[in-house]
Nanobody, 122 residues
């Protein structure tokens, strides 16, 4: 049973930075692509970024390109989302997910974390 645990969320002022972490409790982390999605208040869940199993291929939502960086350390079974130049519109619950293929579609992922709140004040 894959268990993903996110951490690193919190309250930050606009222009600040946060780094989210997603730890996988199993030995199979390197077999899966990983991604981050977010759900802003009152809105639907949306894709943020994904990374392939090797880490060589990444994809980003247009609104976070140049500000967010997704990465992974397979030896630590952990994925990361470095978020810089944060804006109030980045406020959301951020979810980590893993699955067989990196995709922008949430239905393509098999396992999800419980989410971590990110709040950006103006």
């Amino acid at each position: 049973q894959v268990q993903l645990v996110e951490s690193g969320g919190g309250l930050v002022q606009a222009g600040g930075s946060l780094r989210l972490s997603c730890a996988d409790s199993t030995r199979a982390f390197s077999d899966y692509a990983a991604a981050w999605f977010r759900q802003p208040p009152g809105k639907e869940r949306e894709f943020v970024a994904s990374i392939s199993q090797s880490g060589r291929t990444t994809m980003y939502q247009d609104s976070v390109k140049g500000r967010f960086t997704i990465s992974r350390d397979n030896t630590k079974k952990t994925a990361y989302l470095q978020m810089n130049s944060l804006k109030p519109e980045d406020t959301a619950v951020y979810y980590c997910t893993t699955g067989p293929v990196a995709t922008t579609e949430g239905r393509g992922y098999a396992y999800w974390g419980q989410g971590t709140q990110v709040t950006v004040s103006s």
